[in-house]
């Protein structure tokens, strides 16, 4: 019934969120646009510089935690879910945003360097998807949202693992779609389009790199990452219930063009 949707359909408030790499760029955006929908955080970090991070997310009123962690360690994965679990009791949403990615040309990559990439931003998403989806489904449903790429749909240069794996994380997510649904388990992904943050800034430095970039975009300019803050609520909530194995661009027509 139309008269049954409520703005309240997009309050997180009582539900527990897990973020990786949550301390910088887009991933402290969306622990701070999860705190702001009232969702408690459990934060996930490679290292502890999670000050400022704390500070922004406490001024809403909710509880944080962190977890200091290496996500290519398997075994380090399951304790994130353990020490969630612990501290909280439950798992409503998981925002799989750590990635790492490195640049040179194809014919010089170093083979060490697709292992690092597909390890962090591929194997990670999957093992603690499928740990944080088994506590999901003992607790009636869940949210997992992972974190694409335009490089989810392009091939890029000079970045072979980086777009490998983010086919991947795109093909991830319709796979565990296909198969959580039943368990009222929505999985989605954001794909980010230009974005300033420090991954990005050696190409924004590069003054034709940047000119080419932004003359493609529609928007006319690079995003911040408080324009990805409304796409994390979305997909974390009521609101999208019936979203699932989508791939959400928000890249200012990047896409289109």
Not at 71 to 89: F, M, P, S, W
Not at 104 to 125: C, F, G, Q, R
Not at 171 to 181: P, Q, R, V, Y
Not at 221 to 247: C, E, R, T
Request: aromatic letters at 10%; a neutral charge; hydrophobic letters at 45%.
């Amino acid at each position: 019934m139309l008269d049954e949707f409520s703005m309240n359909f997009f309050s997180l408030k009582g539900k527990t969120a897990i973020v990786t790499g949550g301390n910088t760029g887009l991933g402290q955006g969306y622990v701070v646009a999860l705190a702001k929908a009232g969702a408690d955080l459990f934060v996930v970090t490679y290292d502890r510089d999670w000050d400022s991070t704390r500070e922004m997310a406490e001024k809403e009123g909710v509880k944080i935690e962190f977890f200091q962690a290496d996500l290519t360690d398997r075994a380090q994965i399951k304790n994130v879910v353990e020490e969630c679990i612990k501290v909280y009791g439950k798992i409503d949403i998981l925002v799989n945003n750590a990635g790492t990615i490195r640049r040179a040309p194809l014919l010089e990559y170093k083979d060490e360097d697709w292992d690092a990439v597909m390890n962090i931003n591929l194997n990670s998403v999957y093992f603690l998807s499928k740990a944080a989806a088994e506590v999901m489904v003992k607790n009636g449903g869940g949210k997992i949202i992972n974190i694409a790429s335009m490089l989810s749909f392009q091939g890029g240069k000079f970045v072979p693992p980086y777009t490998a794996s983010k086919h991947g994380v795109a093909g991830i997510t319709k796979a565990f779609a296909n198969e959580l649904a039943v368990h009222n388990i929505q999985t989605n992904a954001i794909a980010p389009g230009y974005i300033k943050t420090a991954n990005t800034e050696p190409i924004r430095a590069d003054e034709k790199r940047n000119a080419e970039i932004l003359g493609r975009i529609p928007a006319g300019k690079w995003a911040d990452p408080f324009d990805l803050m409304g796409a994390v609520v979305f997909l974390a909530s009521k609101a999208s219930d019936y979203i699932n194995g989508h791939i959400l661009a928000v890249d200012g027509g990047w896409l289109v063009r």
